[in-house]
């Protein structure tokens, strides 16, 4: 049989930063939007990949014909704020053979659409919500797995108050990345996203 992401559960839930849902990116209904994102210099600085409509459009499209990675807003009381990337890590050829990978390893990319969003701690939030998400999708998921650009501090920052630890730094094809992990909690509390801390850093994008 062969493996494929577990979709995550998407359904609302109240967060101290408000009302947070996941939904499945739209290659064509939400391109204007992730294309006027990736423009955006501070998300291009670590995405890399701003430039025509064109080129956002292939990624998401991209996107969706893998079976290993999956494409969500996150939404706020209703409003698209952020672009998620959920993954099997163990399973991603641009990362699986570069750290010592687990079974059912889940990965997360995010990047915080709007300005006025950033550094305020709502990623941080945010990363724990989606965190729980993906380990209650997969039973057989230990952890989840991140890899920020080591030179983008506010990300790394943001996933260090999400939980996750710096396990190591990697060098991969098209960065140097802290690789952050956050083990399965032998308990699991859904009140876990309701800690909300500053952020000092101008943005909590993940490449």
């Known amino acids: 049989m062969t493996e494929s992401l577990i979709a995550l559960p998407i359904a609302s839930r109240m967060l101290p930063v408000g009302r947070f849902a996941l939904r499945e990116v739209d290659p064509r209904r939400d391109l204007d939007l992730v294309h006027g994102w990736m423009n955006d210099p501070q998300v291009a600085a670590f995405w890399e990949l701003d430039g025509p409509r064109e080129r956002t459009e292939q990624h998401l499209l991209d996107q969706g ?3 290993y990675s999956a494409a969500y807003l996150g939404l706020i009381d209703g409003e698209p ?3 998620w990337e959920v993954y099997r890590a163990d399973l991603d050829p641009l990362l699986a053979g570069y750290y010592p990978a687990r079974a059912h390893d889940s990965g997360l990319h995010v ?3 709007p300005r006025a969003l950033r550094g305020r701690g709502i990623g941080s939030v945010l990363l724990r ?3 729980d998400r993906a380990l209650a999708a997969d039973p057989q998921a230990t952890r989840v797995i991140a890899e920020p650009d080591v030179r983008n501090t506010a990300s790394v920052r943001a996933f260090a108050r999400a939980g996750f630890s ?3 730094v990697v060098e991969l ?3 140097r990345a802290a690789l952050m992990g956050r083990q399965r909690d032998p308990q699991p509390s859904p009140s876990e996203s309701a800690r909300l ?3 000092t850093g101008p943005g909590e994008d993940s490449a």
């Open 197 to 199: 801390h500053p952020d």
């Open 81 to 83: 704020m952020s672009y």
């Open 166 to 168: 710096q396990l190591a």
């Open 111 to 113: 990047l915080i659409g």
């Open 65 to 67: 014909m893998l079976d």
């Open 129 to 131: 919500d989606l965190a």
């Open 173 to 175: 094809a098209a960065k």
